[in-house]
């Protein structure tokens, strides 16, 4: 029998299966010994123990199209990432940072603002100037009021999403008025897992629909961490790539280069001037990680 990976806590996995429900399910040890841990999202063959109680155990991982390591969740198909236009005001570093890892993972990304409700025109603009045109899908929201979150629904479906953002920006709202339409029954899930609610957040998969999930994420700040080389940064700037090709030096890093056609561009107003001194503290921080590492 084949499953989902919905939810892991204290090696416990919870399995759904099209058709069948929820299976409260251990890891075989064979695990442990090829050192492969079983993640949300995988999926999963399983051998049932007991029908009755919906418990067995997962005897194969099957083979996985990508793995993020924070969170710790495997196949996605893209990513939503969720800022508010205000209140709180968006934090943009951390937002290109999050935007470099998907990249970096080649996982496509849904940039959302949520919040228009509160929001004056001029702040949309702004964020619309600087992310309308770098690649990516934009959407503005008011999950409170329920506008345009139609659009969002219509990009969830047949994939399963990570849903990621920092705290007041609308996350739990938006995740709940998206699975408000739920049609699939999971199984008598809550009262096994109920009792790992205590327990520290891990990343849950939500069923939209037979096809359609949501992967909440326990949290943000935490989510960036570079496992590339600083020449390789430029790359996970999409709006840099077309450009580059006018840059004077084939190894521009778009930083101190002569005849750089991204300076240039820069200064023409045609990248975002807060985007690209992100991609300076950015490329800053893998220059001084070097120098940290050649020093030990």
Not at 163 to 176: H, R
């Given at each position: ?164 953002g920092p705290s007041g920006v609308g996350k739990s ?15 008598s899930l809550s009262e096994k897992i109920a009792r ?101």
């Amino acid at each position: 029998m084949i499953g989902m990976i919905i939810k892991g806590i204290a090696g416990f996995y919870y399995v759904h299966v099209v058709e069948s429900g929820v299976y409260e399910c251990k890891a075989k040890g064979i695990f442990r010994k090829d050192n492969q841990k079983p993640l949300v999202g995988d999926a999963v063959r399983i051998e049932v123990l007991d029908p009755v109680d919906m418990e067995g155990n997962i005897i194969e991982l099957l083979p996985r199209k990508n793995t993020l390591i924070r969170p710790a969740v495997a196949n996605v198909d893209q990513a939503l990432v969720l800022f508010a236009v205000c209140n709180p005001n968006p934090h943009l570093n951390l937002l290109d940072r999050f935007l470099v890892m998907m990249e970096s993972q080649d996982i496509p990304v849904v940039i959302c603002f949520n919040k228009t409700d509160l929001a004056q025109e001029e702040e949309m603009k702004i964020l619309q100037n600087s992310y309308g045109n770098i690649g990516y899908p934009l959407v503005f929201v008011s999950a409170k009021r329920k506008d345009n979150t139609e659009v969002i629904q219509r990009m969830l479906r047949g994939k399963t999403t990570v849903v990621a953002g920092p705290s007041g920006v609308g996350k739990s709202t938006l995740i709940n008025l998206l699975q408000s339409q739920v049609q699939m029954k999971v199984g008598s899930l809550s009262e096994k897992i109920a009792r790992g609610k205590h327990t520290t957040r891990h990343a849950e998969l939500i069923t939209i629909n037979e096809t359609s999930f949501i992967v909440d994420t326990p949290g943000f700040s935490s989510l960036y961490r570079a496992t590339f080389e600083k020449e390789m940064l430029k790359e996970y700037f999409p709006e840099f790539r077309d450009i580059a090709v006018g840059c004077r030096y084939l190894g521009c890093v778009h930083i101190h280069e002569p005849g750089c056609a991204v300076k240039a561009a820069l200064k023409a107003g045609k990248i975002s001037q807060s985007r690209y001194e992100n991609y300076c503290l950015l490329f800053q921080e893998l220059q001084d990680q070097d120098k940290r590492r050649y020093k030990n």
